[in-house]
């Protein structure tokens, strides 16, 4: 029955604009799936689910999997804008703070990016160590993770 409604959870989110857990265990009810809303937190935590904005300054349930949905130029821009809140460098070293809880969804589109001069990115709950060579690159770097903060 969980794997089912695992299921039925992707095809809802990825056909609807979906914000809320109490949305989405509405969404299970009208395909008569009766869930509690603290079952659906539980199947949120064990899907991996994330909430991403939307272009109208929403925010939607997505899987990880998603790639359309998480790894688009425009999306990119919102997350930055919405998530980053400063960038900071030091020698080959980008310092990227983010709001709490936001540090894994930024660094994972910087890694999808495929920014040559970024060797790659470590992320934990708030903060992402960026590893930039040549070190001459750190400023450009800089510069345009400080403009998509900014689109």
């Not at 809320?20 to 064990?46: C, F, G, M, P, W």
């Not at 899907?47 to 272009?55: C, F, Q, S």
């Not at 997350?79 to 894994?104: C, E, H, M, Y």
């Amino acid at each position: 029955m969980k794997s089912f409604r695992h299921e039925k959870i992707r095809d809802i989110i990825k056909n609807n604009v979906i914000e809320t857990q109490e949305e989405l265990t509405e969404a299970l009810r009208n395909h008569q799936i009766y869930v509690t809303q603290a079952t659906v937190s539980r199947d949120i935590k064990e899907m991996k689910l994330i909430k991403l904005p939307t272009a109208d300054n929403r925010y939607r349930y997505a899987s990880p999997i998603d790639r359309d949905l998480l790894y688009s130029k425009n999306n990119m821009r919102h997350i930055f804008r919405d998530s980053v809140l400063s960038v900071k460098s030091s020698q080959n070293i980008v310092v990227v703070r983010t709001l709490p809880g936001a540090a894994n969804i930024v660094a994972a589109t910087m890694d999808f990016e495929g920014w040559e001069e970024i060797l790659g990115t470590v992320a934990g709950n708030d903060t992402i160590l960026v590893v930039v060579s040549p070190d001459a690159s750190i400023d450009e770097v800089v510069n345009r993770l400080e403009m998509l903060r900014k689109v």
